[in-house]
């Protein structure tokens, strides 16, 4: 990629130059992430009180993501197109298979970018709130450099 480089008084600035084309896939991927990163978060909410208390109800999922029971009803109507859960009205949430394996997947980059963070050193408390954010919008090389540096260690 090409680079400028801009001297001011105290500093150095190097700015990567990037493609119309680039910067747009860029833009792509990054409200793709986003939009996943809801599906995500709510699969596995479902899966983690489903194994705690046998189901998951809108109440319960509303309490812990810290929304509205309206946002978590507009989330799982667009879920439920999307086939990762099955709902019936008054009933518990249930994920569908590809749900499961989505939410078995989550936990496993949790875990994973959990485990890396601690191992440099970062306290518990902050690699589980760093966690949130990097599980979802970190690549699989990177995942998978992770990993290989965990087995080493």
Known sequence: M???TKKTSATTRVAIV???AQLA???????????LETAQDYVEAI????????????????RRLGVTHVTVNRTLARLQKGGFVKTEP??????????DKLAA???RRHETVVSFLRSLGISGRTAELD???????????????????????
């Not at 705690?52 to 319960?60: F, G, I, Q, T």
């Open 47 to 62: 899966a983690d009180l489903t194994i705690a208390h046998s189901e998951a109800r809108v109440v319960d999922l509303a």
């Open 25 to 35: 896939e860029n833009f792509r991927r990054s409200r793709r992430d986003r939009a």
């Open 2 to 4: 090409p680079r400028s």
């Open 105 to 107: 997947e989550c936990k």
């Open 90 to 99: 008054y009933r518990a949430i249930f994920l569908t298979d590809a749900g």
């Open 131 to 153: 966690a949130e954010g990097i599980e979802h919008h970190v690549s699989p090389e990177t995942l998978a450099a992770f990993e290989r540096r965990l087995k080493k260690s």
């Open 18 to 20: 990037r493609s119309p």
